[in-house]
């Protein structure tokens, strides 16, 4: 294992983590502690799975994928810091805003996840799990977080 790879994985994570976590906290949609903790939960599921996978299946590119998973994640947290600094300054927490921030820290994690796939010439098939793991996460949102079906 390459711990240098590893060790750049987790603070990456932990950024993420942490953006994720203030871009939630700055919804308004957010009506109880139990579905921030709900939403943060699903959204780390996904990550979690991945990272499983990549351990138990994955041998030599174990640690690149994982620290392109790691990048992957903190991009896709990136994308939510205008929104993030907009809510907590009180400039706006528009809801729309929200949902369009969400929709393009998707977007540009579904293709910087398939870069890393093909990047590290692995199977279609991490990807694909991905967006079904993504599939899900959204589904429970819908429902389980915010009751919509």
């Not at 729309?96 to 977007?107: C, E, K, N, P, R």
């Amino acid at each position: 294992m390459n711990k240098p790879h590893l060790s750049r994985a987790f603070i990456y994570f932990a950024i993420s983590l942490v953006l994720t976590t203030m871009f939630v906290l700055g919804c308004p949609l957010y009506i109880s502690q139990e579905q921030l903790l709900l939403s943060l939960s699903i959204a780390g599921g996904k990550w979690m799975i991945q990272l499983f996978l990549a351990v138990a299946l994955l041998r030599k590119r174990r640690s690149s994928f994982i620290h392109g998973m790691g990048r992957v994640c903190l991009i896709g947290s990136a994308v939510l810091i205008p929104y993030i600094i907009s809510s907590w300054l009180d400039i706006s927490d528009d809801t729309l805003f929200f949902f369009g921030s969400l929709v393009l820290a998707i977007l540009v994690m579904v293709f910087r996840y398939y870069a890393e796939v093909a990047r590290l010439n692995l199977s279609l098939g991490w990807w694909y799990s991905w967006l079904l793991s993504l599939a899900l996460a959204f589904g429970l949102q819908i429902t389980v977080v915010f009751h919509l079906f």
